[in-house]
């Protein structure tokens, strides 16, 4: 089994500052992309950032010069600093990998995975 387990949400003023990671455990082959998504009340989840294995890098208008995300391929993790935060950032931050999992015996059909989110709120 495959798991992506967030870390780094939390209650910060407007202007601050967050790093949210992401680690990948289980039985994985390789990793593709890697992404953050996010969904506010009421709106529909959204991409903020998405990284490549090669490293190439997309971010949503809203969030770019404010975020940067990132990932060590050696730790399965992708990062996404947060600078500048504003109120309108506040959202449920989940986290997406596109992955091949190896089954102990032969490399399992590509496929999405998501972690169950962690909150981020940011303050006025």
């Known amino acids: 089994q495959v798991q992506l387990v967030e870390s780094g949400g939390g209650l910060v003023q407007a202007g601050g500052s967050l790093r949210l990671s992401c680690a990948v455990s289980g039985s994985i082959f390789s990793i593709n992309a890697m992404g953050w998504y996010r969904q506010a009340p009421g709106k529909q989840r959204e991409l903020v950032a998405a990284i490549t294995s090669g490293g190439s890098t997309n971010y949503a208008d809203s969030v770019k010069g404010r975020f940067t995300i990132s990932r060590d391929n050696a730790k399965n993790t992708v990062y996404v600093q947060m600078n500048s935060l504003k109120p309108e950032d506040t959202a449920v931050y989940y986290c997406?990998?596109?992955?091949?999992?190896?089954?102990?015996?032969?490399?399992?059909?590509?496929?999405?995975?998501w972690g169950k989110g962690t909150l981020v709120t940011v303050s006025s």
């Open positions: 997406n990998a596109d992955l091949l999992g190896w089954n102990g015996l032969a490399v399992s059909p590509r496929k999405d995975y």
